[in-house]
T-cell receptor, first 110, second 115 residues
Framework: ELKVEQNPLFLSMQEGKNYTIYCNYS?????LYWYRQDPGKSLESLFVLLSNGAVKQEGRLMASLDTKARLSTLHITAAVHDLSATYFCAVDTGRRALTFGSGTRLQVQP | DTEVTQTPKHLVMGMTNKKSLKCEQHMGHRAMYWYKQKAKKPPELMFVYSYEKLSINESVPSRFSPECPNSSLLNLHLHALQPEDSALYLC??????????????FGPGTRLTVL
């Protein structure tokens, strides 16, 4: 059974600081997705990582994928309050289905 | 049109009621999904339709019955639900069922409360 683990589960950080969220998964896959969810809202697609070594950046967020280590990271640079949300990684093992990590609730304090 | 729509936004139903959730996309996507999400938890896959055929049923109780009338529409029929079925129900679609990119686009969800 595929397990997808994120850490930390909760992250409180100050504006302007940098931090990294980690996503580990237990089976072979080269397709990983990052989503953002605001409270009471749906999921918004952030990044699609489809190969080993893939790196994508959008604004203050950068995601990378290391399929050999079965690890993806979401790096936050100079956090701002607007980034406060829950971030999920999701792994596709080829079943046309995504298995989500537990989510990381990010709170950026002014 | 680059969005997935869901109706209703909110639904309150009794345990003896029958109701349906609806999902629609006009992106030409050929795979559609139902997920259930409880508070502070990740979405859990319920069903996958690929080219209008049910391809995955994640051991969901029979009180949930999916239907895919055509490639743009997905329904979830609800009957005799339990209070623990209260959750946010999310519909998603993806464009490449046979391709490598399974990026899924989510609708706004239906918040279901079972009394």
């Amino acid at each position: 059974e595929l397990k997808v683990e994120q850490n930390p589960l909760f992250l409180s950080m100050q504006e302007g600081k940098n931090y990294t969220i980690y996503c580990n998964y237990s089976t072979t896959s080269d397709r990983l997705y990052w989503y953002r969810q605001d409270p009471g809202k749906s999921l918004e697609s952030l990044f699609v990582l489809l190969s080993n070594g893939a790196v994508k950046q959008e604004g203050r967020l950068m995601a990378s994928l290391d399929t050999k280590a079965r690890l993806s990271t979401l790096h936050i640079t100079a956090a701002v309050h607007d980034l406060s949300a829950t971030y999920f990684c999701a792994v596709d093992t080829g079943r046309r289905a995504l298995t989500f990590g537990s989510g990381t609730r990010l709170q950026v304090q002014p | 049109d680059t969005e997935v729509t869901q109706t209703p936004k909110h639904l309150v139903m009794g345990m003896t009621n029958k109701k349906s959730l609806k999902c629609e996309q006009h992106m030409g996507h050929r795979a559609m999904y139902w997920y259930k999400q409880k508070a502070k938890k990740p979405p859990e896959l319920m069903f996958v339709y690929s080219y209008e055929k049910l391809s995955i049923n994640e051991s969901v109780p029979s009180r949930f019955s999916p239907e895919c009338p055509n490639s743009s529409l997905l329904n979830l029929h609800l009957h005799a639900l339990q209070p623990e079925d209260s959750a946010l129900y999310l519909c998603a679609s993806s464009g490449h069922p046979s391709g490598s990119n399974n990026e899924q686009f989510f609708g706004p969800g239906t918040r279901l409360t079972v009394l």
